[in-house]
């Protein structure tokens, strides 16, 4: 019976000790709702399709933007895909490629969707919306760092006058996956003379100046070159690479790494 006493006694004072530090907590420590908060194991890659010819895509590079900045430490790869068909609309954008527009049609496909449009996001492949839903992408993002990967992806980089060499190493990925590599460029602004953002000053992060689609081999290993675009400054570039599904999109895994040192290692 004493025992019992005993261990009574001291689950009550402990409950009430840990009541006690609930009142006490600062207001600082509680959770924001829709806070993406990384476990180190998930990723988010959030993928914009965006033009500068798009009135309603300003609003969308701003967030991502916000994004950018606010989850630079943790594992959120940003990439802004400028699509074409805005461009015979009265204004070209610089950034934009056919290759996005036929990346955004990918996604089309495997997401079931009539149509494309923008500003888009597509989250790990797998959640689509419109650009500028704030809340959606933040909880996206959370739902993402909060995953375990299917696969790991390793990039070692190799700096040359005017090429990149890559050297990847995948494990764990499944059958009908491709190595995405993509150059970004991490910052830029324009000022646009024509179309729908006529007069205004356009500020973009994390555009996607080239992409390039590799088999991955039974050994999970390779090599890719890049060729650097003249006049750049590589401390203001990187190179971004997923794995995907190319039968469903769903990407398995992602990296980064950046371009101011010889050689760069990211996991």
């Known amino acids: 019976m004493r025992s019992i006493k005993i261990f009574t006694l001291a689950a009550g004072f402990i409950s009430a000790v840990m009541v006690l530090a609930a009142f006490i907590i600062p207001k600082g420590n509680v ?9 180190g194991k998930g990723f988010a890659v959030v993928e914009l399709f965006t ?3 798009c009135s309603s895509c300003p609003p969308a590079d701003e967030l991502v933007a916000r994004i950018q900045k606010e989850d630079k430490d943790k594992q959120v790869y940003i990439l802004a895909f400028h699509v074409d068909y805005w461009n015979r609309l009265g204004w070209k954008d610089v950034f934009s ?3 996005y527009s036929k990346r955004q049609n990918e996604y ?8 494309v449009y923008t500003p888009q996001i597509v ?5 689509e919306f419109v650009g500028s839903e704030e809340g ?15 696969a790991t992806l390793t990039l070692n980089t190799q700096k040359g006058q005017d090429h990149i060499t890559v050297q990847y190493r995948v494990n764990g990925a499944e059958k009908n996956t491709n190595l995405l590599l993509a150059l970004v460029q991490k910052a830029a602004q324009t000022k646009v003379q024509r179309g729908e953002n006529g007069g205004r000053t356009l500020s973009h992060v994390q555009i996607v100046r080239k992409i390039q689609n590799l088999a991955i081999n039974a050994g999970g290993n390779g090599n890719a070159t890049i060729a650097i675009p003249e006049g750049i400054n590589t401390q203001d570039w990187e190179v971004i690479g997923l794995v995907q599904n190319n039968t469903n999109g769903e990407i398995l895994a992602a990296t980064k790494a950046n371009l101011t040192t010889t050689a760069t290692v990211s996991k």
């Open 31 to 39: 959770p924001v709702k829709n806070k993406a908060i990384a476990d």
């Open 136 to 150: 959606t992408l933040r909880n996206a993002i959370t739902a993402g760092l909060r995953t375990n990967p299917a």
């Open 108 to 115: 089309a496909n495997w997401l079931n969707l009539q149509s």
């Open 123 to 127: 989250v790990n492949g797998k959640k």
């Open 51 to 53: 033009s500068e010819g």
């Open 97 to 99: 490629s056919a290759d």
